[in-house]
């Protein structure tokens, strides 16, 4: 029997991007006998990224940005693209401000498995956009016909009363690749001129507002002011990057703090961190704070983020309207940050979600 097809949209392959390590995530773990990932993307893809794609089996289609100035150009080669590719039973759509677009053309063409993926609790960062998205949000019943979620108020918010029936499905990850390795602790320190005796500081996410950098420079700050030998680093990248190094520079800590920008070693950088912080206005159910506490990291995060994202005795929700000197002062006398060890929950581990998944899309298959 051929494996089955499935249809993923997404925006891009960046690693800058939390959907996209989820989505990846599963991609490397499928069962490849029985499933295929295909996907449909909307930035250039590099030839030998998608040469890399195609040796397992998978094909990447680019279609214009989902712009306004796009949109005629966009409806008219998807429009195409299924009339010439009829082999999909199934399209799972991590882009739910578009959905009404991508999904309602594959129901003109009875595309019979519609799928929408909610990533978030919120819309947006901005009162516009949030205004925007909750119009475009409305357009998915017309155009979806099942529903999938990282987090229970993740369904609830994008699908209200149908989401009560979401797929919930966990940003799990790789727990052998970020269970904790002392030694790879010492290397990183040493490639990063890090003693082991000084405190380490840590935090992964793109660069925008969301993800609140200004304020963990600003924690960063007054625990410099008590341990001068602390250090930061910050991994990601994006259109705050500029101003954060601006920051850091202001404050003469760029000596202090290590911007890597994006990376496929995160795994390794965490085990050179003693502590994780989070401080976001809003998240859905963020993988890093997974990957974080898997590494044994003492970790505090939001509270505005889910309380479900913990499984760790050493993560903690922090009152984000607190100063950043009260969030430093909990770093600071924080006890057991030099107590690493693996945590581990089958709930977050992606060979055991994987195998959800895969049930969740055969039952669909014969839907």
């Given at each position: 029997?051929?494996?089955?097809?499935i249809?993923?949209?997404?925006?891009n392959f960046?690693?800058?991007?939390?959907v996209?390590s989820?989505?990846m995530?599963?991609y490397?773990h499928?069962d490849r006998s029985?499933?295929?990932f295909?996907?449909i993307?909307?930035?250039?893809?590099?030839?030998?990224?998608?040469?890399?794609?195609r040796?397992n089996?998978?094909?990447v289609?680019?279609?214009?940005?989902?712009?306004?100035?796009?949109l005629v150009?966009?409806?008219?080669?998807?429009?195409?693209f299924?009339?010439?590719?009829k082999?999909?039973?199934i399209i799972?759509?991590?882009?739910?401000?578009?959905?009404?677009l991508?999904?309602g053309i594959?129901?003109?063409?009875?595309?019979p498995?519609?799928i929408v993926?909610?990533?978030?609790?919120?819309?947006?960062d901005?009162?516009?956009?949030?205004v925007?998205?909750?119009?475009?949000?409305?357009l998915?019943?017309?155009?979806?016909?099942?529903?999938?979620?990282?987090?229970?108020?993740?369904?609830?918010?994008?699908?209200?009363k149908?989401?009560?029936?979401?797929?919930?499905?966990?940003?799990?990850?790789?727990?052998?690749k970020?269970?904790?390795?002392h030694d790879?602790?010492?290397?990183?320190?040493k490639e990063?001129?890090?003693?082991?005796?000084?405190l380490v500081?840590g935090?992964?996410?793109r660069?925008c507002?969301?993800?609140?950098?200004?304020?963990?420079i600003?924690?960063?700050?007054?625990?410099?002011?008590?341990?001068?030998?602390?250090?930061?680093?910050?991994?990601?990248?994006g259109?705050?990057?500029?101003?954060i190094?601006?920051?850091v520079?202001?404050?003469?800590?760029?000596?202090?703090?290590?911007?890597?920008g994006?990376?496929?070693r995160?795994?390794?950088?965490?085990q050179?961190m003693?502590?994780?912080?989070?401080?976001?206005?809003?998240?859905?159910?963020p993988?890093?704070?997974?990957?974080?506490?898997?590494?044994g990291l003492?970790?505090?995060?939001?509270?505005?983020?889910?309380?479900?994202v913990s499984?760790?005795?050493k993560?903690?929700?922090l009152?984000?309207?607190?100063?950043?000197?009260a969030?430093?002062?909990?770093?600071?006398?924080?006890?057991n940050?030099?107590?690493?060890r693996?945590?581990?929950?089958?709930g977050?581990d992606?060979?055991?979600?994987?195998?959800?998944?895969?049930?969740y899309?055969?039952?669909?298959?014969?839907?």
């Amino acid at each position: 029997m051929e494996p089955i097809r499935i249809l993923h949209v997404i925006e891009n392959f960046s690693l800058n991007n939390g959907v996209n390590s989820v989505v990846m995530n599963y991609y490397n773990h499928i069962d490849r006998s029985r499933f295929i990932f295909d996907f449909i993307v909307h930035e250039p893809v590099p030839e030998e990224n998608i040469e890399r794609f195609r040796k397992n089996g998978s094909r990447v289609y680019i279609m214009p940005q989902l712009r306004v100035k796009n949109l005629v150009a966009y409806i008219i080669k998807l429009a195409r693209f299924f009339i010439i590719h009829k082999e999909y039973r199934i399209i799972h759509g991590h882009l739910p401000n578009a959905a009404f677009l991508y999904l309602g053309i594959a129901r003109l063409f009875r595309i019979p498995v519609r799928i929408v993926h909610s990533h978030n609790e919120i819309s947006a960062d901005t009162f516009l956009k949030k205004v925007r998205n909750n119009i475009l949000n409305l357009l998915i019943p017309l155009a979806a016909n099942q529903y999938a979620a990282c987090s229970r108020n993740s369904a609830k918010y994008l699908f209200g009363k149908r989401g009560e029936s979401a797929f919930l499905l966990n940003n799990a990850i790789d727990t052998g690749k970020f269970s904790y390795s002392h030694d790879t602790r010492i290397r990183i320190r040493k490639e990063l001129n890090i003693s082991e005796e000084q405190l380490v500081i840590g935090h992964v996410g793109r660069f925008c507002p969301q993800k609140n950098h200004a304020f963990i420079i600003d924690v960063f700050f007054e625990v410099c002011s008590i341990l001068p030998d602390s250090r930061l680093i910050l991994i990601g990248d994006g259109e705050l990057f500029t101003a954060i190094e601006r920051k850091v520079n202001s404050l003469d800590l760029s000596n202090k703090v290590v911007l890597v920008g994006v990376s496929d070693r995160v795994n390794e950088y965490l085990q050179a961190m003693d502590i994780f912080i989070l401080p976001s206005l809003f998240e859905g159910f963020p993988v890093s704070a997974v990957e974080a506490q898997m590494s044994g990291l003492v970790c505090y995060l939001s509270d505005n983020i889910n309380p479900q994202v913990s499984f760790s005795d050493k993560t903690y929700f922090l009152n984000i309207k607190e100063p950043a000197s009260a969030w430093a002062q909990k770093i600071i006398h924080c006890n057991n940050a030099r107590e690493r060890r693996t945590v581990y929950d089958p709930g977050f581990d992606i060979k055991v979600q994987a195998k959800r998944l895969e049930d969740y899309y055969l039952h669909l298959y014969h839907y």
